[in-house]
């Protein structure tokens, strides 16, 4: 790889180093055998942009509805459309959350690996919960009862 900063070089020259990643490019920063890579928030949301969620909508004998997202395997159950939106908004916030405070333990879990990206945008994005609803809202597939 080309153009790898050395961690000692980086901590010397830190507020430069911060902006040129801010306003130039991502960096690639070596520290003894690791390598890392240093990039805005923007750039990642960017990046993420791709990974939407898709639910499975299904409508309950008692009228609730019942959303699930086909991707990450998490379920609400709601009396109503709207509000099934926000809890699975809430829901998807709150695993995201689970994720990051226990990250070696979801992301070493072969069934809960390919949940990152999905999961990284919405921690991205847990602030604003409108936009964290974007990440599946276009994407609710209506399922009959069989």
């Known amino acids: 790889m080309k153009s790898v900063l050395n961690a000692t070089d980086v901590r010397k020259n830190w ?18 055998r690791d390598i890392l890579i240093v990039l805005p928030v923007d750039l990642m949301e960017n990046m993420l942009a791709e990974y939407m969620l898709t639910v499975d909508l299904c409508q309950e004998d008692d009228g609730s509805y019942t959303g699930i997202f086909k991707e990450i395997d998490l379920a609400v159950n709601s009396n109503d459309m709207d509000s099934l939106e926000d809890e699975l908004a809430k829901e998807l916030i709150e695993y995201s959350e689970d994720y990051f405070n226990d990250f070696r333990f979801y992301y070493e879990s072969s069934n809960r690996k390919s949940h990152f990206p999905y999961v990284f945008r919405a921690y991205l994005l847990s602030d604003n919960i409108d936009k964290v609803k974007k990440i599946f809202s276009s994407n609710i597939k209506i399922r009959k009862k069989v």
């Open 15 to 32: 507020s430069s180093f911060i902006d040129d990643v801010k306003w130039k490019r991502p960096a690639l920063v070596k520290r003894n």
